[in-house]
């Protein structure tokens, strides 16, 4: 899985050396004229269609190359529950907040730092004084602790089995005892199963970073219910490739999953990673922002590694702060916006009450305005001055 | 004994204050004079001969502060940063640059061996665009105050053509150019910050571009109009900003061919890997111009002459449709806009 490595540093997104793969890095490094074979063949099969991706990767993907641009009409793309950052709640941020404030050193990925809790951002807390760092991985927080052994350090774990496995590995080598995990990790899986039963889409494009981790087999519930699935990788001609094997599906009348990306993904997954993941954490209900809880869909960390856990750790403030926090957010995300219903593609965001009035790119309310990968994110940037994104 | 690092007295206006000014700063500006009264005479003031100049040149004044963390970086510091920025701001407006100040804020225990190097590097960038230093300051002040050295320049410019050159001037049909690859700079220093080891050479582009603009402010149109549009230099934000800025402030949309940009491959895998936009990356030593259409190949060629201008390209068109917006079409014909960044890059992970 690693064979084709050239670049040194381990991404922070699979924590595995995968991600530069050489193929991933320049675009320009694709073969010519691919993404317009793939393109002819979609427009020679287009047929009205709603296609779901998952995954925050496939949006910025989807985004940086004008994918829906060049789609025909017929054809939708919608973006899923797959922005990590954007469904993590907002009491998880606020939690962080109020330890970066109080007594320890909060250490994040730089895409969490601008996500908004109940009060702001980590963003803005570390504006405000409060002591929070922006990383690349687990090991660059890991090196802080070690750095200054007086001084706690929390590293704010989210993502979904992307991320988890270089948690679990670091936490398996061994940290210095300043150092803590919060973890609000999610698992896909059961996010997955609740999409299948509720969702108003026709067939789905699968993260290709996650069936790195867990494999192919996850996503057969979606085939069992009759979606077509496909396994897609992060290029633009990947995501092509996806859509016409989708279309492929349709016109045979099946639905499966097939791996669109094979040079990366094996069926069976990364047992490796499966293995350090089941060792350190197990599964738990989880919040997911603007969706709710989803049972099974969260991470904590086991009973052994409990002195690295920042919940137990810090149990006394993670308890009462916690407490606050959910007095302060008692039902504000519904009054705020619909993210339930444009996550699960029952809705446009136009239809959003808050949609472009209290909630714009600059001052984001719930989790689809977020990030880049949101959808009312790229909705808000498309839509306006007539652009020619159609999502 | 020279001292090994600044102190408080380095900026208290005594003996301790004249010798580093004696020793450090003007020994290290080559050109310090503008006029009749330079820096070397160390005067409440310096002056300026305005000499060979048409009476409808207009004068322009420009400041800029600097401040960046490390002051060292590949493969340069905040000196060349300091005076090129302010070069560059002329450039941009079309003025021959005519003097620069120096004004220098430093924290005691400061290494002086730094400070002499960073002094050095200002007069060596100054001297390469041949505008003299001649006045500054220096002040000291405690090191919990400050954690590194801020330097001001501010700079006088003479209009050379027959108007100031704009950021607002671009109208539909006019070529968009760039003078060099995108990016270097921001990543550069990205990587250097936090001890990525990218395996590449890429360095800091900062550079003084007033040598490299100079003739191009000279073209014309057969009809006598200047072949120069508009002119901004792509800084903070990018190319991503600077195109925005002069789409919105000249009521035309821009369209860029992705394909024509000129990226360094070491910038597009770094981008790619830390999920960066290499157009919202910070340069310093490049420029964004606007041309009337039809001279793309005229000013091609007197760009490339210049090694700051070796890799110049065209780069998009002025267009009527999406007025305020920049869009970027690529290899396939995918669009997307090009968003005005909203703050420094934060590299994304999922």
């Known amino acids: 899985m690693t064979e084709k ?3 040194l540093k381990p991404s922070p997104e699979t924590g595995t050396l995968i991600e530069m793969a050489p193929e991933k890095i320049p675009s320009k490094q694709g073969i010519p004229e691919l993404e317009k074979k793939l393109l002819e063949r979609i427009g020679a ?10 995954c925050g990767t496939h949006e910025r993907t989807i985004a940086k190359y004008g994918l829906r641009s060049v789609l025909p009409e017929e054809i939708e793309v919608i973006s899923g529950p797959g922005c990590p950052v954007c469904v993590t709640p907002e009491a998880d941020i606020d939690i962080a907040i109020a330890l970066a404030k109080s007594r320890a050193s909060v250490v994040t990925f730089g895409d969490m730092m601008r996500v908004p809790g109940s009060t702001g951002s980590l963003l803005d807390a570390k504006a405000e004084g409060a002591d929070v760092k922006m990383v690349y991985s687990i090991d660059d927080a890991v090196a802080l602790a070690e750095k200054k052994p007086e001084q706690e350090v929390v590293f704010f774990g989210i993502g979904f089995e992307t991320t988890v496995p270089a948690n679990a590995a670091t936490l398996l080598r061994g940290v210095p005892e300043n150092f803590s995990l919060l973890v609000s990790q999610k698992r896909t899986p059961p996010a997955i199963g609740l999409l299948a039963k509720d969702t108003e889409v026709d067939a789905f494009i699968a993260p290709g970073h996650v069936a790195t981790i867990i494999g192919t087999k996850p996503f057969e519930p979606l085939a069992y219910q009759g979606f077509p699935v496909v396994v897609s990788g992060f290029e633009a001609y990947d995501v092509l490739l996806g859509i016409s094997l989708l279309l492929t599906q349709l016109g045979e009348g099946a639905a499966r999953v097939d791996n669109g990306y094979p040079r990366v993904v094996k069926p069976e997954g990364n047992l490796i990673a499966l293995k350090m993941m089941e060792e350190v954490f197990e599964t738990a209900d989880s919040e997911w922002r603007g969706i709710g809880n989803i049972e099974r869909s969260g991470l904590v960390l086991k009973k052994e590694f409990e002195e690295q856990d920042a919940a ?8 009462k702060a916690l407490e606050e926090i959910r007095k302060k957010a008692k039902g504000r995300d519904k009054k705020r916006c619909i993210c339930a219903a444009i996550l699960t593609g029952k809705a446009n965001p136009s239809r959003c009450p808050s949609f472009g009035k209290g909630c714009t790119p600059k001052t984001p309310a719930g989790p689809c305005m977020v990030s880049q990968e949101g959808m009312c994110y790229n909705w808000f940037k498309y839509a306006r001055a007539g652009g020619s994104g159609h999502a | 004994m020279k001292s090994t690092t600044i102190t408080l007295e380095h900026g208290a206006g005594g003996e301790v204050m004249q010798a580093l000014i004696g020793e450090i700063i003007l020994k290290n500006f080559n050109n310090k004079s503008a006029g009749s009264v330079g820096l070397e005479s160390l005067d409440d003031g310096s002056t300026i001969k305005l000499e060979n100049f048409d009476s409808n040149s207009e004068l322009v004044l420009t400041t800029d502060s600097h401040v960046i963390t490390p002051a060292f970086f590949p493969d340069t510091n905040i000196g060349r940063l300091a005076v090129a920025g302010t070069v560059n701001d002329l450039t941009m407006m079309g003025a021959k640059p005519l003097a620069l100040t120096c004004a220098v804020i430093v924290p005691e225990g400061f290494p002086m061996d730094d400070f002499e190097t960073i002094i050095k590097t200002m007069g060596d960038t100054a001297a390469e665009a041949d505008v003299p230093i001649i006045t500054g300051d220096t002040k000291t002040v405690e090191k919990t105050a400050l954690d590194s050295i801020i330097l001001n320049t501010t700079g006088l410019g003479i209009t050379v053509a027959e108007k100031p050159v704009r950021d607002s001037g671009l109208s539909p049909g006019d070529k968009i150019l760039v003078t060099g690859s995108i990016g270097d700079h921001g990543i550069s220093l990205m990587a250097h910050r936090e001890g990525f080891d990218f395996d590449t050479d890429l360095v800091s582009d900062s550079a003084p571009l007033w040598k490299l603009i100079k003739p191009l402010l000279e073209l014309k149109t057969p009809e006598g109009a200047a072949v120069i549009t508009a002119m901004k230099d792509p800084t903070r934000g990018g190319l991503a900003n600077a195109l925005n800025e002069m789409a919105q402030k000249s009521g035309a949309g821009i369209l860029l061919e992705e ?15 830390l999920g960066l936009d290499p157009l919202e990356v910070a340069n310093e030593g490049k420029a964004v111009i606007g041309i009337k259409a039809g001279f793309e190949e005229k000013v091609l060629e007197i760009l490339k002459k210049h090694p700051y201008g070796k890799d110049a390209a065209v ?14 079409r690529n290899r396939f014909g995918g669009m997307r806009y090009v968003d005005v960044p909203a703050g420094d890059p934060i590299p994304r992970v999922c």
Do not use: Q, W
């Open chain 2, 315 to 328: 780069i998009g068109t002025v267009t009527s449709e999406n007025k305020g917006e920049v869009v970027l």
């Open chain 1, 312 to 319: 137990k750790r810090h149990e006394d403030f993670y308890a």
């Open chain 1, 5 to 7: 490595t050239t670049l």
């Open chain 2, 259 to 273: 394909e024509d940009i000129p990226f360094k491959p070491a910038v597009s895998a770094a981008c790619e890997m």
């Open chain 1, 45 to 54: 099969s287009a047929r009205k269609l709603r296609i779901m991706h998952v």
